[in-house]
């Protein structure tokens, strides 16, 4: 029998590699769409799944509408992917993020616990929670020291997660990922803003690229290989926390190179940097180490930095070559 997921989260660009992912593996998938003025499902419709989700109406932040959902889907696995994922938004929006990123965790655990208690949990944990790094390469073990409002709310949602797998003994897995993107990225993060506006000043259409640290380090995959790990994650007999990265970290500045090249451009004559892409505190580096993945889940990341980039400037060539 076919099993059933829901994902909340699953406009995003996560949420919509790993509907695919799981459409493919022939599960009947639900989502967990929060009400919007304007369409959401944009990144459905790029990977031709919109039409084969069962949507249920629902917000992290309204315990009821997650008690609905949870009833109503009867899932087998459950994906939180729901949250306000801009680290900057998170300085203006503090107390949104920490509900929808933080408590919203417990409303999905509670829902769980009361009515499907053996349904498997997976929390989108994140490399934020690194922030002012206490070891070189990050693991499992790695103590945390989170450096944003989103960070905080994010090791909240972290914590809950392993106190309620060990409370309770739900199956209940964290997947402490580490960035990654797509041509799917909302445009605000700064691979996808690099990406189109490469795309844009070669075809014309931008003259400059404003950027704040980009002597900032990241360990960038590509999202596609990254929903893999999560779904793994809920496969196994036990759940666990994971740390998914690739093991390299590069800074933004050279990603910025990347992408010119890409289009034969020099980055240099167009990147100008702006005080108001700063955070009032910083990530300066960070680099994974996804060693326990490796182990225990066979997982791997496919894709390179450079293949990631290519990929998203074509992707931006093509939509802003049509507009
Ligand atoms: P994303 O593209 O920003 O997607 C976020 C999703 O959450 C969207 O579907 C959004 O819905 C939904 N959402 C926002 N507020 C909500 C609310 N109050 N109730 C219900 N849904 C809500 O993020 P992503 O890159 O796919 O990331 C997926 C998850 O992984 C997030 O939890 C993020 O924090 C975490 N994460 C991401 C990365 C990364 O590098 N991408 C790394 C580590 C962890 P709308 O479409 O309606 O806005
Ligand atoms: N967004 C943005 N815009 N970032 C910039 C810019 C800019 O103009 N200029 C420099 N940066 C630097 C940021 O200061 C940061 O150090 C780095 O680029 C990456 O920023 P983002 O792409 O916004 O991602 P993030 O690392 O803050 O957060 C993402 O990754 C986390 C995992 O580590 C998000 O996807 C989070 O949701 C995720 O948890």
Redesign the pocket.
Known sequence: MSKTALI????????AYLAKLLLEKGYDVHG???R?SSD?RWRLRELGVEGQISYHE????DACSIQRAVIKAKPDEIY???????VGSSWDQPVTTAV??GI?VTHLLEAIRQFAPQTRFYQ?????MFGLIQAERQDENTPFYPRSPYGVA?LYGHWITVNYRESFGLHASSGI?????SPL??IEFVTRKVSDAAARIKLGKQTELRLGNIDAKRDWGF?GDYVEAMWLMLQQEQADDYVVATGVTTTVRDMCKLAFEHVGLNYEDYVVIDPQFFRPAEVEVLLGNPGKAERKLGWTPKTSLSTLIEMMVEADLRRVGKE
């Open positions: 909340t989260g699953v406009t995003g660009q996560d949420g967990l769409v929060a919007r959401t629902g917000d992290l932040a939180n992917l729901g949250a306000q994922s801009f929808v990123d919203g989108a944990s994140t490399s934020e994010k990922l580490f960035n990654h993107e990225r909302g999202a």
